[in-house]
C-alpha cells in the first residue's frame, strides 16, 4: 500500500512539473516580445571620440534623445569648482564626486528646472554668472562642475553613466 502511494505522489509531483514547464514555455514568447528591441538597445549606449578635444573646448552629443555636454576643463575651471564650499550649493557635491577625470566633465545638458537645454557650451554663449551654464528660460546658473549656483532649478545638471574605454574614447550609457 505504501509503496501504491509512494508512486501515486510521485506521479502527481511529475504531472505538476510537466504542467510548469509546459505553461513557462508558452508563456515565454510574450514574455520576451516587450524587452526591447535591438535598435533600441543599440541606442543604449555611444562611444564619443573625445581625443581631438583641446583644453577649454566642449562637444555636445545627443543620447536617448538628450543632449550630452562633454567639457574638457581648464585648470582654472577645476581649481574654481574646488574651491567651493558645500554651504554655498543648494544641492551639495564636490566636484570630486561629479567627475571621473578631473578634465573631463559629462553631464545632461538638461536644466533640472523645466528641461530647457542650458546655454554655454558654444564659444560666445553665456555661461553665466559662475563660469559653466546659463538658461535664459527662467535664470538658471550653473557652475563648471554642472551645479545649481543660482535661479529656480532644483538641481544639479544630471550626470548620465559613463566611462573612458581608452584614453580617446568616451562610452556613455
Given at each position: 500500500m505504501s509503496k501504491d502511494k509512494s508512486r501515486r505522489d510521485f506521479i502527481v509531483?511529475?504531472?505538476?512539473?510537466?504542467?510548469?514547464?509546459?505553461?513557462?514555455?508558452?508563456?515565454?514568447?510574450?514574455?520576451?516580445q516587450m524587452n526591447p528591441a535591438a535598435d533600441t538597445l543599440a541606442l543604449a549606449s555611444t562611444e564619443v571620440n573625445i581625443g581631438a578635444l583641446e583644453?577649454?573646448?566642449a562637444l555636445t552629443i545627443k543620447w536617448r534623445g538628450k543632449p550630452v555636454f562633454i567639457r574638457r576643463r581648464t585648470n582654472d575651471e577645476i581649481e574654481e569648482s574646488r574651491k567651493v564650499t558645500m554651504d554655498e550649493l543648494r544641492h551639495p557635491e564636490t566636484d570630486e564626486e561629479r567627475v571621473q577625470k578631473d578634465e573631463w566633465l559629462v553631464v545632461l545638458g538638461v536644466c533640472t528646472h523645466l528641461g530647457c537645454v542650458p546655454l554655454g557650451q558654444k564659444t560666445g554663449d553665456g555661461k553665466g554668472d559662475y563660469g559653466g551654464w546659463f538658461c535664459p528660460c527662467h535664470g538658471s546658473h550653473y557652475d563648471s562642475s554642472g551645479r545649481i549656483r543660482k535661479g529656480p532649478a532644483p538641481e544639479n545638471l544630471a550626470i548620465p553613466p559613463y566611462s573612458f574605454v581608452s584614453n580617446n574614447v568616451l562610452k556613455i550609457g
Amino acid at each position: 500500500m505504501s509503496k501504491d502511494k509512494s508512486r501515486r505522489d510521485f506521479i502527481v509531483v511529475a504531472s505538476y512539473t510537466m504542467g510548469a514547464v509546459g505553461a513557462g514555455a508558452a508563456l515565454w514568447p510574450i514574455i520576451n516580445q516587450m524587452n526591447p528591441a535591438a535598435d533600441t538597445l543599440a541606442l543604449a549606449s555611444t562611444e564619443v571620440n573625445i581625443g581631438a578635444l583641446e583644453i577649454g573646448q566642449a562637444l555636445t552629443i545627443k543620447w536617448r534623445g538628450k543632449p550630452v555636454f562633454i567639457r574638457r576643463r581648464t585648470n582654472d575651471e577645476i581649481e574654481e569648482s574646488r574651491k567651493v564650499t558645500m554651504d554655498e550649493l543648494r544641492h551639495p557635491e564636490t566636484d570630486e564626486e561629479r567627475v571621473q577625470k578631473d578634465e573631463w566633465l559629462v553631464v545632461l545638458g538638461v536644466c533640472t528646472h523645466l528641461g530647457c537645454v542650458p546655454l554655454g557650451q558654444k564659444t560666445g554663449d553665456g555661461k553665466g554668472d559662475y563660469g559653466g551654464w546659463f538658461c535664459p528660460c527662467h535664470g538658471s546658473h550653473y557652475d563648471s562642475s554642472g551645479r545649481i549656483r543660482k535661479g529656480p532649478a532644483p538641481e544639479n545638471l544630471a550626470i548620465p553613466p559613463y566611462s573612458f574605454v581608452s584614453n580617446n574614447v568616451l562610452k556613455i550609457g
